[in-house]
T-cell receptor
Framework: KQEVTQIPAALSVPEGENLVLNCSFT??????LQWFRQDPGKGLTSLLL?????REQTSGRLNASLDKSSGRSTLYIAASQPGDSATYLC??????????FGTGTRLKVLA | DAGVTQSPTHLIKTRGQQVTLRCSPK?????VSWYQQALGQGPQFIFQ???????QRGNFPDRFSGHQFPNYSSELNVNALLLGDSALYLC??????????FGPGTRLTVL
């Protein structure tokens, strides 16, 4: 049974810092992994999708890496801004029809 | 393209009542998945519909049921509401086997 864990649960950093969010999963047989952003009370915004054959994806200040063998993915945010404050969720698609989500990392970037 | 839309945005019901939530998928998408997100948790998979049939179901009781229409839109029905059903209900659409795109969610409060 696939389980997804995100560490840390919460993070508070000053503006301008580079930071790393971690996601680990127990079953390496995944189809893809996706990082989402969620603002309070809102839906999910897709940030990056990494296919199982890929090692990383980049979009602007965001970079996501995937290491299937170790069951880990990281989301790197460069030069953080107060507007980056949100909850970040990773979700694993294991070839069944559903995503398995972690519980998220609540990020607060202080001005 | 309107993306994934959900209605209503917010809903307040009392215990024992029944509720219907609606989802219109992104243009070109034929698959709809429903997720429940309790406060402070990651989304949990409820079920997925494809070709008007339930294709996979998560660990939710039979009080949760759904439907998909020929135009691919979908409904989620919950009977005999419990306090614990209070959550954000998210709909995601995708082309078959493709990346899921999420709607803004419906916030259900059960009193």
């Amino acid at each position: 049974k696939q389980e997804v864990t995100q560490i840390p649960a919460a993070l508070s950093v000053p503006e301008g810092e580079n930071l790393v969010l971690n996601c680990s999963f127990t079953d390496s047989a995944i189809y893809n992994l996706q990082w989402f952003r969620q603002d309070p009370g809102k839906g999910l915004t897709s940030l990056l999708l990494i296919q199982s054959s890929q090692r990383e994806q980049t979009s602007g200040r965001l970079n996501a890496s995937l290491d299937k063998s170790s069951g880990r993915s990281t989301l790197y945010i460069a030069a953080s801004q107060p507007g980056d404050s949100a909850t970040y969720l990773c979700a694993v698609h294991s070839g069944t029809y559903k995503y398995i989500f972690g519980t998220g990392t609540r990020l607060k970037v202080l001005a | 393209d309107a993306g994934v839309t959900q209605s209503p945005t917010h809903l307040i019901k009392t215990r024992g009542q029944q509720v219907t939530l609606r989802c219109s998928p992104k243009s070109g998408h034929d698959t709809v998945s429903w997720y429940q997100q309790a406060l402070g948790q990651g989304p949990q998979f409820i079920f997925q519909y494809y070709e008007e049939e339930e294709r996979q179901r998560g660990n939710f009781p039979d009080r949760f049921s759904g439907h998909q229409f020929p135009n691919y839109s979908s409904e989620l029905n919950v009977n005999a509401l419990l306090l614990g059903d209070s959550a954000l209900y998210l709909c995601a659409s995708s082309p078959q086997g493709g990346e899921q795109f999420f709607g803004p969610g419906t916030r259900l409060t059960v009193l």
